[in-house]
Structures are given as C-alpha cells and as structure tokens.
C-alpha cells in the first residue's frame, strides 16, 4: 500500500460494516444453508419404493379421553392412546414442553404409528384397540386382528424409551412415525427433518420437499427437530421417508423410518448432558460455523456443568478473551494516544495538500511511519473479537439450558431483556467506552455514538445472555484502557 494512506475513517466504516455484516450473517444463512445441506443427498443412495404417501392417513375414529394409557417417568410424563398403541402427549418435564403438536393430534397421525403401504393393513395397526400394561419400567402393548398380531415394548430409561416392535402376519416392510417437528419460535434456526447419514448430518428445508423423500444408507439417526426440541429414532435404521403435509398455507413434514433392533426414540430437549454419549449430539445445530462454535459451547458447557450457572460462564468467557485480546488492547491505546498527539500534524497536512489527495497520503504515510503509528492497530482487537461474538450468538440461541437460566430481572438468559435495560446499558458502555478513548477526529467519534445507538436498537431483540456479554466486554474494556493509561503507563514514565 506504498504511497496511499490507510485512512482511519474507511477503517472505522469497514468496522461497523463488517459488525453489522457478521450480526446479519446468522439471518441471511437461514435461507441458504438448508439448500447447501439438502444437496448433500447426492452422496445417499436413493431408489423407487412403493410410496407410503396415498395411505399415510388412514381414516380413524375421533380419539376420546377414555382410551388413554399414562404413564410417568422422572424426565418424562407419556400418554399412549389406546387406538393403535401411538404417543398422544409427551412432556419433557424439565421444560414443560408438550412435544406431541396439534398438528398431529388433529390429524390423529402420532408417534409410533405403523406404515406398510398397505391402507388394509395400516388401517388394521393403526385403529385396533392395544392392551396395554405397565411392567417394570416400562409399557407392554398387544393387538391382534385375523392373522395379524403386534406387540409393541416401550422400556423407559432416564432420557431414552428402547422400543421392540413384533408384527406377525404382515411380509411387507414397516415403517414407524417419528411425528413432526415441535411447535415454537425458530429465531432463524432450521424446523424440520434432520437426519444422520454416516458422516453427513442433513438439515432438510420443508419447502424442498416437493411430496415425499426416501433416504436410505447407514443412518445412524433421524427424526424431527425445532429450536431446542428434538423428537425421533437412533440406531440401526436402514431407510427414511419424508413425508411433506399441506393444510391450507401451513406445510411441515412427518418423518418415518424402517430399522433394525436395538433402536432408541427420543422426544425431548436437545440438551448436550443427554445427548453426550450418542449420535444425537449432531442434533445440536451448530452451524456452518461449527469450528468455532463448538469449542466456544463446550467451554461455556463444562463451566455451566462445574458451577451451575451460565452466568458464570459467560462471564469466565468475557474475562478470557480479554485477557487474550490484553496485548491487542495495550498496542491499540499505545496508538490511539500516538495519534492525539499527531492530530495537530495531521491537520496541517490536510490543509496544506487539501488540493493534492496522492501528496497529502504519502505526507500521512511518512508522518505516520516517523511516529511509529499504524493506523489499523486500534481495529484489531473488536475484529478479532467478531468471530467470537458470532460464535456465542449461535451457542446462545441453540442451547436449550438458557431457557432457565435467570439473571437478575431477566427470566430467561435465551430471551430478549423485557424491560431493555441490558440493551441501554451496552449503549450507554459503548458511549462511555468512545468517550473515554477519543478519537482526534471529530467525524469518527460522531459515527462511533451512532454506532452505540444504532446497536441499542439492534440488539433490544436478541437473546439477553449475548447483550449481557457484550455490556460486560465493554465494562471490563474500559476498565483496561484505564489501567494501561493510569497505571502501566503512567509506571512507564509516560
């Protein structure tokens, strides 16, 4: 760049570009990663099949209250409907959350529900009354009708129910209903099918399915997934069918797989402490950005899991990034006081070349390269810092513990602050911040205060925990400008 100036002020503007840009990002990827990931079924096999489409709803009967079966575990609270032995209520009990929708009790289509392909035979499985016990820790279900008989076992375990299914009389394949996905705000993360095809984990967008998709492969899970709620299949599953349903404006799909025993069904949160020890943990949607993302989330994971607190974890983040950004941020005050004291210098050279723009930049680079000032040092800690603050945006809004996370008068650190208090006190951090290392020119402090306003507004939606981190950042960075100027500085002899 010989010859030109490295202008402060197209610095600072390709700053809050890039802010804005990256706080975006998570916006803008909502509308393109599922047709990136969707692609990915280039690498799966795929054949004709006998579509299970034209007989997936079978007509039944009206369900009554009478027909149902409860049951309890320490997780969970589960009500089986006696008519076709299916899930007609599952409720996480930790959050509160009812993972069976109305979607799929209006349509009476639920949770283990068997498809053959065959509207006779599915309609005989589907509406027959199942006897149903419990035995042990779990539930023993039995039908039969002419020469068809059916058994279904549900063992519950702490976060998993293992599911056997026997059917005698019927020789055509079997597929069972996963449901669809759960109902809640998706804050621009991905609703619908996921599954995971030996190392590929597809996220598949509902309006790319046209009528219904068949997977087939080594699929080591499948099923349906929201924000933070997961409901499907792990194990042996050799084949899966998307099924795409339309009522009027509203689409969505039901997911159904074939497998082979042992298999897994799970209906619940997608919290990390379940899914640890199995393939699940790809149910978390990380992201595009995922090698960022993950390490980030782990960390703040293992402090949660030692302390009890996300707090707390978010604020041992905030302190280690700036004791790693402290060298950077010594470096950037050393320049932003180097350059109050070129600013006289500096305006004696524009006012001289004002009509020679290349002799004004090369007067400003010599200027600058006698003072041992580079202008873009005072830049590098916040875009260093971008990635980071990316990262624990998506770690916020995927993390499913922030739901009960308090913080002082916020209820939930995974939702906005309801009174705007965090979000007021990060712009005002952010004026105080500029206040406190002026810029020499005017024109830059002017954007840098619109910036803080602008950001006030922008950040007012987002997840509390994330504005709390942010506020936090500036506070400790105003805490350090002040001890290198006060303190190393002034011990210096500066």
Same mark, same amino acid.
């Given at each position: ?20 840009? &990256? ?6 990827? $909502? #509308? ?22 034209? &007989? ?12 149902? /079966? ?5 997780? /969970? ?33 639920? =949770? ?40 279904? &076992? ?22 069972? +209903?996963?449901?669809?996905? =759960?109902?809640?705000?998706? #804050? $621009? ?29 080594? @699929?080591?899970? *499948? ?30 799909? /039901? ?7 042992? @298999?897994? /069904? ?29 390490? &980030? ?45 070129? *600013? ?30 580079? =202008? ?43 009174? $705007? ?9 952010? @004026? ?19 910036? *803080? ?19 936090? +950042? ?21």
């Amino acid at each position: 760049m010989e010859g030109r100036e490295l202008d402060p002020k197209r610095l600072l503007l390709f700053l809050v570009f890039m802010i804005f840009f &990256i706080i975006s990002y998570q916006f803008i990827a $909502y #509308f393109f990663i599922p047709k990136e990931e969707v692609n990915k079924r280039d690498k799966v096999q795929k054949k004709e099949e006998v579509k299970i489409s034209k &007989i997936i709803l079978p007509e039944k009967s009206k369900l009554k209250e009478k027909s149902l /079966f409860h049951y309890e575990s320490d997780n /969970f609270y589960i009500e089986f409907v006696r008519q076709g032995g299916r899930i007609y209520k599952l409720i996480d009990k930790k959050y509160g959350t009812d993972l069976i929708t109305e979607r799929e009790r209006e349509l009476n289509l639920l =949770p283990l529900e068997l498809i053959t392909g065959n509207k006779e035979i599915d309609t005989i499985l589907n509406t027959a009354e199942y006897r149903m016990s419990a035995e042990g820790n779990g539930i023993v279900m039995e039908a039969s009708a002419g020469n068809i008989t059916v058994k279904k &076992i549900i063992e519950v375990e702490e976060n998993f129910m293992k599911v056997k299914i026997d059917v005698d009389g019927i020789d055509r394949k079997i597929f069972i +209903n996963v449901g669809t996905y =759960p109902e809640e705000p998706s #804050f $621009y993360t991905h609703a619908g099918p996921v599954l995971k095809i030996g190392s590929d984990v597809l996220r598949i967008n509902v309006d790319d399915i046209v009528d219904e998709d068949l997977f087939t492969g080594d @699929i080591l899970f *499948a099923g349906e997934e929201s924000r933070y709620f997961f409901k499907g299949f792990e194990g042996r599953i050799d084949s899966v069918v998307i099924k795409k349903v339309t009522r009027g404006e509203d689409s969505f799909t /039901f997911t159904f797989v074939s497998y082979s025993e042992p @298999i897994k /069904f799970y209906a619940g949160a997608k919290e990390y402490a379940r899914f640890r020890d199995t393939e699940l943990t790809e149910a978390i949607d990380f992201g595009t950005l995922k090698i960022i993302v993950k390490p &980030i989330f782990y960390m703040l994971y293992w402090v949660y899991e030692k302390t009890g607190s996300w707090t707390f974890s978010i604020i041992v983040l905030t302190l280690i990034v700036r004791i790693l950004m402290f060298p950077l941020g010594y470096k950037s005050t050393i320049a932003m006081m180097k350059m109050s004291k070129l *600013a006289p210098k500096v305006e004696e050279i524009r006012n001289k070349y004002k009509k020679d723009p290349v002799k004004m930049q090369e007067e400003m680079l010599k200027l600058y390269k006698e003072a041992g000032f580079n =202008p873009a040092s005072g830049c590098l800690p916040i875009l260093l810092q971008i990635p980071i603050f990316f990262a624990l945006y998506k770690v916020l809004i995927i993390t499913v513990d922030l739901k009960l996370e308090r913080f002082l008068w916020v209820s939930s650190l995974a939702d906005k602050d309801p009174f $705007y208090i965090l979000p007021v006190l990060m712009g005002g951090s952010m @004026i105080l911040q500029q206040k406190l290392n002026p810029n020499p020119d005017s024109r830059q402090n002017l954007i840098m205060y619109l910036s *803080a306003v602008a950001f006030t507004f922008l950040f007012a939606s987002f997840p509390s925990g994330l504005v709390f981190y942010w506020t936090l +950042n500036n506070i400790l960075n105003i805490l350090q400008s002040y001890i290198i100027k006060r303190v190393m500085l002034k011990s210096d002899g500066n």
